[in-house]
């Protein structure tokens, strides 16, 4: 990869998730992470996150949300 290939996270004009609602559903602990940590540099200020299908169902009960990240293996 070339330096031009390169893309600075500076420059980018990101969109304004600061607003957006977004539940992460895996089993897997470091799945989770990885997915909140890109979330967190895009500026995505509410994060819930869900082990298993039955525990999501509950909080899809109790809140809404723009997006739902879903592991399906």
Do not use: C, H, W
């Not at 990885?34 to 994060?47: D, F, G, N, P, W």
């Not at 082990?51 to 879903?70: E, R, W």
């Amino acid at each position: 990869m070339d330096d031009q290939e390169l893309i600075d996270e500076d420059d980018l004009q990101l969109p304004d998730l600061s607003q957006f609602r977004v539940l992460i559903i895996d089993d897997n602990e470091d799945v989770r992470e990885i997915i909140r940590s890109m979330l967190l540099r895009l500026r995505v200020a509410k994060l819930d996150e869900s082990y298993s299908g039955s525990n999501a169902l509950m909080k899809l009960k109790d809140a809404d949300y723009d997006l739902v990240i879903v592991a399906m293996t």
